[in-house]
């Protein structure tokens, strides 16, 4: 096996690293949920009941309401889930970790994101890459720096490109414009002596003096002289 090229490690680390952001940011998140609901929940719990009733009733309420907390954790995590997977990396192509490392997930045949089903079912299909995490490795080997869930979804991952402002063009100086069609010669081209600056009303084609206008293959016409009229 040859030596890797640069450009497959930078790739791999791309990925590696957006997958541990997005993983940090998931478990902060469920741990932060959960030790806050552990909270209040065992700050309701010597409140619960009024002091007197029995153990099984207050077990009870406690239940109840560990129960309400726990499922309120467990949608607000899950909602996470959908939004970061789902919805944003459907829409715009990165999760949280892939825009801060600057690189998106599109369809392999129209270079658009895929969508909110189909990245939440690439998500999915990264389970068989995490058999032995073989999947998490192949992009350092194949050709487009596929997993198998890339594979099996047809998506690649690209590096996202900064916008390049276009660089405005100063006006044209002034005579520079092409000369407008009215008056042009028969072959398109302007007359060599017409200029920008030339007053309205100067014809633009000029003839000679002593030409006038003939049919094609007649000579023009000489009128004699009045010294040569016979006497």
């Not at 791309?14 to 932060?32: K, N």
């Not at 658009?112 to 999947?135: E, K, T």
């Amino acid at each position: 096996m040859g030596v890797l090229p640069a450009e497959a490690y930078t790739s791999w680390i791309r990925r590696v690293g957006a997958f541990v952001i997005d993983q940090l940011l998931y478990m902060i998140l469920a741990v932060g949920l959960g030790v806050g609901g552990g909270v209040i929940i065992g700050m309701a719990d010597g409140t619960s009941c009024p002091t007197g009733e029995s153990t099984d009733a207050t077990s009870c309420s406690s239940s109840v309401f560990e129960g309400i907390v726990s499922s309120i954790i467990t949608l607000v995590v899950l909602a996470y889930w959908f939004w970061n997977w789902g919805y944003r990396q459907g829409r715009t192509g990165s999760s949280i970790g892939k825009s801060v490392l600057k690189f998106k997930v599109v369809s392999e045949r129209t270079g658009r994101p895929i969508g909110f089903r189909m990245s939440l079912v690439r998500q999915v299909a990264h389970i068989l890459d995490a058999i032995f995490y073989i999947g998490y490795l192949l992009p350092l080997f194949t050709a487009k720096r596929q997993t198998i869930a890339d594979t099996l979804v047809k998506t690649v991952c690209l590096p996202i490109e900064p916008l390049r402002a276009s660089t405005p063009q100063p006006p044209p100086a002034y005579g520079t414009q092409p000369p407008p069609r009215y008056g042009t010669s028969v072959d398109g081209t302007s007359p060599a002596h017409w200029s920008p600056r030339q007053p309205y009303g100067t014809p633009l084609l000029r003839l000679p003096a002593t030409a006038s206008p003939s049919a094609p293959g007649r000579s023009p016409r000489q009128r004699p002289s009045p010294l040569s009229w016979p006497r």
